[in-house]
């Protein structure tokens, strides 16, 4: 069957949501979502939203901040656009009915974070991205030109390349035409068009064994586009939270850095305190720097975690200010009121992603990108604490007039969309060794966290690259042979998105921000001073006799 829809957004979190609400004035959108509609990255994002809503702030001070934590990668352009847009791109969803905490008869409570000079970080108690969330969808649900496809997965791009030989991949002759997508409460294959198609899958935490993401986040963004040819940046920069909860059942439950912004302090167990003598920010230095540290303290102590001690604040102040953080912990036997909580780093936020311009554009025409699955250049080698909601907010709304005008001006060919064939399963079976596919996924992740985690070195790099080359191989066979799920999906995108960081970590030959090298530990601004850049080439077409674009080699 074939879907047509002006607007096609995959994702469902801030930067999708946004961008389907503001397209929808102009033609019908279908939203494609892995799971249910809320179940995004958002909807989890805990500390809040930076923005500089102060008297005694400014944007040259957000500016300043964000740079100075992103460690000379960020692209000034679109900070200056993300910190001097935030203000009115927060109001917008204020008017919506988005409720952010307030001190009585005063301003926004705002809150601080890691790197930032001022407190800037808008909040709603500890719950400020199922605020945004749930605003945003309950706009969605009101318009009528909007259709959300819940469950159902993007496989693949349609672009005129996979069509039409003499186009290469990503070239400026190239535009995406659509997408196959898998319902997979069904098993059925849709084939979808659409004039103008946004990417904002989020980001792939799943890649390592521990991290504060949910489960959707597996890379698909990154991985489908990569595929197709579509630019991919400074993927080695994957940051890790210094603070998730250590409990064998809490799956690195995230424990705010505004808890530290509200004077909570690291300890070793023996209660020693160490972040002085990291940096002059101490416990609320950068993430970089912390969770470095962290790592470096277990590593010497040979301890399975640290403390995060917040008993310095009144019960009633904690239960308020984090009730959502204070409830969890006690489910987990913590009371955090009393005693200091056990804590270690886990893998948290992609900073690198599919490279767009100030718009949100891809290097392929009518394809768009927004939020994590991005890069934008906000980040640089490491991001500053609650810029990532801004993100998503501000390009969203900016990739609305050119999308719009793209949509407009161009329509599709209909020769073209005739060209496209459903889906053919072709020779495939249902699979009897599901076994091969929860292996592979363990194993994916169990060795990016050992060897491509928050120190690494090239003999380890190295070995990572030999594995996941092998995995993408098998990978790559089973994808042919067998019919395919939702399972086997997420794991061959999260091996190309496993091999896309390793790819960046053994060319960026420095150490910078989120990226240390143990061979190369000093940061080389003569020669890296500059983003790591990738580009598929393989060239497949989709013809009734492959199609299923198996283009990765
Ligand atoms: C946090 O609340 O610590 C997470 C905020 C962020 O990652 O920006």
Redesign the pocket.
């Known amino acids: 069957m074939t879907i047509a829809k002006d607007f096609i957004v995959i994702g469902s979190g801030v930067a999708g949501l946004t961008f389907a609400l503001k397209v929808c004035k102009f033609g019908s959108v279908g939203i494609i979502t892995k799971d249910a509609l809320e179940e995004s990255a958002t909807k989890y994002?805990?500390?809040g939203i930076a923005s500089v809503m102060a008297e005694d702030d400014s944007f040259d001070l957000h500016v300043k901040d964000t740079m100075e934590t992103g460690r000379g990668l960020c692209h000034e352009d679109f900070v200056r656009i993300a910190c001097g847009e935030g203000p009115a791109r927060i109001r917008e969803l204020i008017e919506l009915g988005a409720k952010f905490d307030r001190v009585r008869g005063a301003g926004f409570d705002l809150g601080k974070?890691g790197g930032h000079s001022k407190r800037r970080i808008l909040h709603a108690n500890d719950l400020t991205g199922w605020e945004i969330e749930r605003t945003l969808i309950e706009a969605v649900q009101a318009q009528e030109n909007i259709e959300i496809f819940e469950h159902h997965m993007a496989i693949d791009l349609i672009t005129r390349a996979r069509l039409e030989e003499d186009v290469q991949p990503g070239s400026p002759q190239d535009e995406a035409l659509g997408l196959y997508v898998l319902d997979h409460k069904t098993q059925k294959v849709e084939t979808m068009v659409g004039g103008i198609i946004l990417l904002a899958t989020g980001g792939a935490g799943k890649v390592y064994v521990y991290t504060s993401n949910p489960d959707t986040a597996t890379g698909d963004g990154v991985a489908v586009a990569y595929r197709a040819g579509a630019q991919i940046a400074n993927m080695e920069f994957f940051q890790f939270?210094p603070t998730c909860l250590f409990h064998p059942k809490a799956k690195s439950f995230?424990i705010?850095?505004?808890v530290r912004g509200e004077g909570g302090v690291l300890r070793l167990q023996n209660g020693n305190t160490f972040m002085e003598s990291y940096h002059p920010l101490g416990c609320l230095a950068p993430r970089d720097v912390v969770a470095r540290a962290i790592d470096y303290e277990m590593k010497k102590s040979g301890d399975d975690y640290v403390l995060l001690d917040v008993t310095h604040l009144e019960g009633y102040r904690i239960r308020e200010r984090f009730p959502n953080i204070y409830k969890t912990c006690l489910d987990f036997g913590f009371d955090m009121s009393r005693e200091p909580l056990p804590v270690v780093p886990a893998a948290?936020?992609m900073c690198g992603g599919l490279v767009v311009d100030v718009s949100g554009q891809t290097n392929i025409k009518r394809l768009f990108a927004s939020g994590e699955v991005c890069f934008s250049g906000l980040h640089g080698a490491n991001r500053l604490?609650?810029?990532?909601l801004l993100e998503g907010l501000v390009l969203s709304h900016r990739a609305v007039e050119k999308a719009v005008g793209i949509f407009k001006e161009s329509k599709l060919s209909k020769t073209l969309l005739e060209q496209i064939p459903e889906w053919d399963p072709g020779s495939a079976v249902d699979s009897d060794e599901s076994v091969v596919v929860s292996h592979n996924w363990d194993e994916i992740r169990r060795l990016m966290w050992n060897y491509v985690g928050i120190v690494r070195s090239t003999k380890r790099l190295k070995r990572a690259e030999r594995r996941i080359q092998l995995l993408l191989e098998e990978i790559q066979e089973y994808y042919w042979n067998f019919k395919i799920t939702k399972d086997t999906l997420e794991l061959r995108n999260l091996t190309i998105t496993a091999q896309l960081i390793i790819q960046g970590a053994l060319t960026r030959k420095e150490s910078r921000g989120l990226h240390y090298n143990l061979d190369y530990p000093e940061t080389d601004d003569k020669h890296w001073k500059q983003d790591t850049v990738f580009q598929n080439r393989v060239h497949r077409l989709i013809t009734q006799t492959n199609p299923r674009i198996v283009t990765h080699e």
């Open positions: 994002a805990q500390g974070e939270h995230l705010s850095e505004t948290h936020y604490a609650s810029n990532s």
